[in-house]
């Protein structure tokens, strides 16, 4: 099942994606990790003001259709709850393969539930503490 297509005005803005190589150096040098069977995530807080998202798909997912896909509908689950992020963070989020085999609402869930995860382990050590 594929997510609707955005009505025009609804889609991701440029500047809500990381696209410049030193700011995912930049996350995956300092972010906190999470992660699943599908997906990893690393998220950094940063001083814009506003979330972004950048996505790493590697060969290994899939061909480019596949991996066009996936990249497809990450961002539009990261646009539709962008809200559910504290503002000023970034996210990378790297799938792992397999992740093609799933349907977009599976796929929703496993991404929602890591991000619902990392911001509970966050809100359970507010002095930044790493979570075991």
Do not use: W
């Not at 440029?14 to 998220?43: I, Q």
């Not at 798909?57 to 709850?81: A, D, P, T, W």
């Amino acid at each position: 099942m594929n997510p609707p297509a955005s009505p025009a005005g609804e889609s991701l803005p440029r500047g809500a994606r990381l696209l410049n190589r030193n700011d995912f150096r930049h996350v995956f040098r300092g972010g906190r990790r999470c992660r699943s069977s599908h997906l990893h995530l690393v998220l950094l807080e940063n001083s814009l003001g506003y979330s972004r998202i950048g996505l790493a798909v590697s060969r290994k997912v899939g061909g480019s259709v596949v991996r066009n896909l996936i990249k497809r509908r990450l961002r539009e689950l990261f646009r539709r709850n962008r809200e559910l992020l504290k503002k000023g963070t970034d996210v990378v989020v790297i799938p792992q393969p397999g992740v093609d085999g799933l349907t977009f609402q599976q796929l929703a869930d496993d991404f929602l539930g890591l991000l619902s995860r990392t911001f509970a382990a966050e809100s359970s050590h507010p002095r930044g503490e790493p979570t075991r």
